[in-house]
């Protein structure tokens, strides 16, 4: 408080203060669409599309619109008649956050207002070295931290879009095989919204360079406590023990040999020395930087939303 004023730059809403501002937004989605969209071992359901998502839809329409009149501003400013520039929204959080949940939940509900029909998503995995690049690096170890990305590739990546190119090219990862695809691509064609999802987008550019988020028209942060998400990584680690490991295709099919109780130590060592010291070094600190914080409970259930408001 300076001078009587609040001068804190976040509102925080519990989940029954922000679920009232949904207004009259309607529900565009059915219970076969969430379980198409729905992350492996991600509980979300209706209710939580309709108290949270529903919301945050009609807060980006809005946003939208007034990031639309401002490049009209400009265009009329220069006497250029540029087609208005792609939308840019970032996704940040942890490993098995379920950033990906919310990533494919929003390019479904975003796509069905009439304004912004063209939405594409990308995930950062496109831009990971290739494994053979990380072993020769001796990074193997590393994959997901800043480094083990071409981030030069994703910042031009991000940059031709913005600038309205009407086609981009990115490459492809697999979580089956742990790698990128040798020769596959994916094509991003001058969406009126692109989604950018990833562990580490909101990180901070090198001095005299820019990064990622200098795209970004808008940014969610997905939070929960660590000891949350390091349930949810083990938890996540035994399904897919059971599902996607099965595949003889699978990177990780040799884990399925262990027993339960050296599948669940391998697990904790896995986030232990990767993914908790990833998110505590390089991924937490950027929080403060997101326009929105959805923060999660022990269930994955959203309970707090944060906006940032200047
Ligand atoms: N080893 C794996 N095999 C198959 N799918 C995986 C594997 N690891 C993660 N995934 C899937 O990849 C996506 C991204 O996972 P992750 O980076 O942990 O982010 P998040 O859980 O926040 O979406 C999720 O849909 C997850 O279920
Ligand atoms: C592929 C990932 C780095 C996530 O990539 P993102 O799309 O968030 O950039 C991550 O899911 C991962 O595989 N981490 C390596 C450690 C682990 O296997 O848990």
């Known amino acids: 408080m300076a001078n009587g004023w609040d001068t804190t730059p976040y509102v925080e809403l519990s989940r029954a203060q922000?679920?009232?501002?949904?207004?009259?937004?309607?529900?565009?989605?059915?219970?076969?669409?969430?379980?198409?969209?729905?992350?492996?071992?991600?509980?979300?359901?209706?209710?939580?599309?309709?108290?949270v998502y529903l919301p945050l839809t009609r807060l980006l329409n809005l946003h939208f619109t007034g990031s639309r009149q401002?490049?009209?501003?400009?265009?009329?400013?220069?006497?250029?008649?540029?087609?208005?520039?792609?939308?840019?929204?970032?996704?940040?959080?942890?490993?098995?956050?379920?950033?990906?949940?919310?990533?494919?939940?929003l390019h479904t509900l975003l796509a069905r207002w009439p304004e912004h029909p063209r939405v594409e998503l990308i995930t950062t995995d496109s831009f990971l070295y290739p494994n053979k690049v990380l072993s020769e690096r001796d990074i193997m170890h590393r994959k997901g931290f800043p480094?083990?990305?071409?981030?030069?590739?994703?910042?031009?990546?991000?940059?031709?879009?913005?600038?309205?190119?009407?086609?981009?090219?990115?490459?492809?990862?697999?979580?089956?095989?742990?790698?990128?695809?040798?020769?596959?691509?994916?094509?991003?064609?001058?969406?009126d919204i692109l989604i950018v999802e990833g562990l580490n987008v909101l990180q901070p550019a090198p001095p005299a360079a820019l990064a990622v988020n200098d795209y970004f028209d808008f940014s969610i942060y997905v939070d929960a406590?660590?000891?949350h998400v390091r349930e949810w990584y083990v938890d996540r680690f035994h399904k897919l023990r059971?599902?996607?490991?099965?595949?003889?295709?699978?990177?990780?099919?040799?884990l399925t040999e262990l027993s339960e109780e050296e599948a669940t130590a391998f697990a904790k060592d896995v986030w232990r020395d990767i993914n908790e010291r990833n998110l505590v070094d390089n991924i937490a600190p950027t929080r403060g930087r997101a326009d929105l914080v959805?923060?999660?409970?022990?269930?994955?259930?959203?309970?707090?939303?944060?906006l940032r408001r200047g």
Do not use: M
């Open 70 to 105: 401002r490049n009209a501003a400009l265009n009329t400013f220069l006497g250029t008649g540029r087609e208005p520039a792609p939308y840019i929204l970032g996704i940040a959080g942890s490993v098995a956050v379920g950033k990906s949940t919310t990533a494919r939940l």
């Open 242 to 254: 059971r599902t996607a490991f099965e595949d003889p295709k699978s990177y990780f099919r040799r």
């Open 18 to 51: 922000w679920s009232e501002l949904r207004k009259n937004t309607p529900l565009t989605l059915t219970e076969e669409e969430l379980e198409e969209l729905r992350g492996v071992d991600d509980p979300i359901d209706l209710t939580e599309v309709t108290d």
């Open 225 to 227: 406590r660590t000891e």
């Open 147 to 191: 480094e083990s990305y071409d981030r030069r590739a994703l910042v031009r990546f991000v940059a031709d879009v913005k600038a309205g190119v009407p086609e981009v090219g990115a490459p492809v990862y697999s979580h089956l095989e742990y790698d990128i695809v040798p020769g596959a691509a994916q094509t991003v064609r001058h969406p």
């Open 294 to 306: 959805l923060h999660k409970g022990s269930d994955h259930s959203i309970r707090k939303v944060r």
